[in-house]
């Protein structure tokens, strides 16, 4: 077995391998990366289909079993209403990975598109706009994100569009130094000199090549992401019932801890475990990525 390895390393270092296999080569190699996508996999497919794997609607009121512990009919046991918990966490990491993604999404989208423009222009430009960034950076982050859920309402989509607004600040400045690390590259003058246009130099040939860092970064914005989510349901701002989130089962179950442990333990379990794997494959990203590491 591993003469084979050795054989497959050498004959990579004979013909050459690109960037993004070899990082998946030494990722793979990485075991605690590897469980974590495995678990993280696991999860998404449970959460993504829940009506599948458990028999009960997360909204289904149970008379006959209030508050039951957990049991082979009922799982993780159920709640003060006789509602399935299973199903609940399933249901509400659904929530909680679907605001996940789609915050991370508004923040690289705006985050690369801004410090990618900051840096190719540079000058009064660069200036300008992140001294922007630095007036927003000095404004309490929960603050902005409470403040827009106050006075937009607590909608779902609203709370994608308020998290999302306030996440992207930090992307915006790993892009923009690694954007001034690049333009003045022997490939960017090259792409000049064939008149390739300034729109066309920063999205196909910069931000390309931002592409390893703004990974390592997206593992680590899904986990924040996630706790904010949690954090505002926990105060009663974020996801509102009956449907559930990670955030808000863990505040309801914080209600009836001495009564009901199993309310608060399982979707707790679920957000760390989810958190948890986030780090570690951000750390086996980062290995993978970074040419030092070779």
């Given amino acids: 077995m591993k003469a084979n390895k050795q054989k497959i390393d050498e004959a990579a270092q004979e013909y050459g391998v690109s960037l993004w ?26 959460c993504a289909g829940a009506s599948y794997v458990t028999t009960h609607a997360y909204d289904e009121i149970h008379y006959d079993a209030i508050k039951t512990s957990p049991s082979m009919t009922y799982i993780f046991g159920t709640d003060d209403l006789g509602r399935d918990m299973f199903a609940r966490v399933l249901y509400g990491g659904q929530v909680s990975l679907k605001i996940a993604i789609l915050c991370t999404f508004i923040t690289l989208l705006i985050g690369i598109s801004y410090g990618a423009t900051a840096a190719y222009f540079g000058g009064q430009i660069d200036n300008y706009m992140m001294r922007f960034v630095d007036i927003m950076y000095s404004l309490p982050y929960m603050f902005l994100v409470i403040i827009l859920m106050v006075v937009f309402g607590k909608n779902i989509n609203l709370l994608f569009m308020a998290i999302g607004a306030v996440s992207w600040l ?36 910069l931000i390309p090549n931002t592409l390893g860092t703004v990974a390592v970064y ?45 309310l608060i333990i399982f979707p707790g379990l679920a957000l760390s475990v989810t958190l948890f794997c986030m780090n570690f494959l951000g750390d086996g990203l980062r290995d993978a990525l970074d040419p030092k590491m070779k």
């Fill in 21 to 46: 296999n070899d990082a998946w080569r030494r990722l793979i190699r990485n075991k605690m990366a590897v469980i974590s996508m495995i678990i993280l996999g696991i999860m998404v497919f449970a």
């Fill in 170 to 205: 930090t992307m915006a400045r790993i892009v923009r130094g690694q954007i001034l690390s690049l333009k003045a590259k022997e490939f960017i003058e090259a792409a000049r000199s064939y008149g390739a246009s300034n729109l066309r130099i920063i999205f196909l040939h």
């Fill in 218 to 262: 997206t593992t680590v914005t899904i986990p924040r992401v996630i706790l904010v989510e949690s954090f505002l349901s926990f105060l009663g701002l974020g996801v509102q019932p009956p449907d559930p989130s990670w955030g808000s089962l863990c505040s309801d179950g914080a209600k009836a801890i001495e009564s009901a442990s199993w």
